[in-house]
């Protein structure tokens, strides 16, 4: 049994939610996300102010699928409300970033610049080492974060390359002189 496919989810205030055939449609005051699930293995119930999860029959796949459309729903929900936020810092000397349009511009110590389209739904902000990317959608906002970080991952002698703020990079000694 699923822990979290059991969970109810409350629909906070100025936030509605719809099921229509297949599609799950959250609108909140920082936007709207929609999602396509399957209604022959999960049914999805809006009653009220509150969301409920029920599995149609005890396959592995209803069973699997009972639990990751409980949490989809519940990042759609907390996201169209309050904003999923990523910070990424960028280590080195040499390094820069800046956001030039829908562009993110990068200079990472290769022979060319790095640009990357920002997707659309996000705004991402560069200051000095400090990368802020910010978007109602859990999952782009981790992809997108997790793609610039794999550029340059932090390499453990200096550390340097993009480490999530809150991340800890262990450091290695290096080589000894005799």
Known sequence: MSRIGKMII???DKTTVTVDAGMVTVKGPNGELKKEYNPRLVE???????????????TKEANS????YSSH???MVNGVNTPYVKKLILEGVGFKSEV?????????????PVEEQIP???TVTAEKNLITITGIDKELVGSFS???RSLKKPEPYKGKGFRYEDEVIRRKQGKKTA
């Not at 030039?100 to 060319?112: E, I, P």
């Open 73 to 75: 729903v519940r990042n």
């Open 120 to 122: 659309t739904g996000l």
């Open 100 to 112: 030039a349009g829908d562009k993110l511009k990068l200079a990472l110590g290769f022979s060319h």
């Open 44 to 58: 999805i119930k809006v009653d009220g102010s509150n969301i409920s999860f029920e599995k149609k029959g005890e």
């Open 10 to 12: 409350n629909i906070p």
């Open 65 to 68: 699928l009972w639990g990751t």
């Open 146 to 148: 997790a793609y610039i």
